[in-house]
């Protein structure tokens, strides 16, 4: 659920060194605040049967209302661009991603849920190679297909516990890949503070038009806080994000992203109950391997 702009500036060496530390101790908070929102999510659809079109809804208005302080120190004039549609299309992948995660823990336990939303990078790496014609070599390929053996050993469609909603968090990742497509073929030629500026101010719009037709009701006092709550933890985890990303390149920071996946399993077995299954440590690891693999060839080949 991290979907607002990260820029991944490149700093010098020394900088990187200095700032290695503190890079990393931000992402991981980042993904603890992430696996708190997760938890939230799942409490309000799954056991206060709150929609989850308000829940993505109401989490990123809090998120919008803590950002303007920082809308309005960077001014307006940061928003200039040749390229709105783009911005509006990236809005709408990554609202259509947030949509789909919130509507999926409703009804998918938090550690299938987020080791699935893990495939992303798979989607990235075919969606570069379809749209921007990036080139895919052996090893991505390879790495690509055994992360998706992964997460099809983390669905399994041929288990008689297997649910249609499962495919929830697969569409959210397939959503946000695209998202950081879009993100890539923008920041080419437009400023990060101008890619942010406009999933900031468009993402509730877009998230409003989604609940226009639902028969909606208002959720309880304890909705409502949990709400405002968790849209301050994505507040706080899109802030720490982009402090590890200012102090450390994105190929260090990147593998503490991963930490996310111990807190989901850890606060949805705490509070849930749900215990991962056999098959859930097998596609994890092969998630992992092969993100970790992509990683690192894209590392050595910059």
């Known amino acids: 659920m991290n979907q607002i702009s990260q820029s991944s500036n490149t700093v010098s060496l020394p900088l990187m060194r200095s700032g290695a530390l ?19 999510s799942q409490f309000l659809t799954m056991k206060l049967g709150v929609s989850s079109l308000i829940v993505a809804f109401g989490q990123y208005f809090i998120a919008f209302l803590f950002s303007l302080p920082w809308l309005f120190k960077i001014g307006l004039g940061a928003a200039r661009t040749r390229q709105v549609g783009k911005h509006l299309l990236r809005v709408i992948f990554a609202v259509l991603g947030t949509q789909a995660w919130t509507a999926g823990l409703a009804y998918v336990p938090i550690w299938q849920a987020i080791a699935l939303i893990m495939t992303s990078p798979f989607f990235v790496t075919l969606g570069a190679y379809l749209f921007l014609h990036e080139k895919v070599g052996p090893h991505r390929l390879m790495a690509t297909v055994i992360g998706f053996v992964g997460g099809m050993i983390i669905l399994a469609p041929w288990s008689d516990a297997f649910s249609i909603h499962v495919l929830w968090p697969v569409v959210a990742a ?33 998230n409003a038009f989604m609940l226009l037709g639902s028969d909606l009701a208002m959720p309880s006092m304890l909705g409502l806080g949990l709400i405002i709550l968790s849209g301050l933890m994505v507040y706080i985890a899109q802030l720490l994000c982009a402090r590890a990303y200012s102090v450390a390149d994105a190929a260090y920071v990147q593998p503490f992203d991963h930490v996310k996946l111990a807190f989901n399993v850890a606060l949805g077995w705490a509070v849930f109950g749900f215990a991962p299954v056999g098959q859930f440590w097998i596609g994890a690891l092969l998630i992992l391997a092969a993100s970790f693999y992509i990683l ?6 910059r």
């Not at 503190?22 to 939230?40: D, E, R």
């Not at 497509?181 to 990060?192: F, H, N, R, Y």
Request: overall charge negative; charged content about 10%.
């Open 296 to 301: 690192h060839r894209e590392t050595r080949g």
């Open 22 to 40: 503190w890079a990393a101790i931000y992402m991981i908070l980042a993904g603890l605040a992430f696996a708190l929102v997760n938890l939230s």
């Open 174 to 206: 397939a959503f946000w890949a695209a998202t950081s497509v879009m993100t890539k073929t923008l920041t080419g030629d437009e400023a990060p503070e101008t890619v942010t500026i406009y999933l900031l101010l468009l993402m509730t719009p877009v």
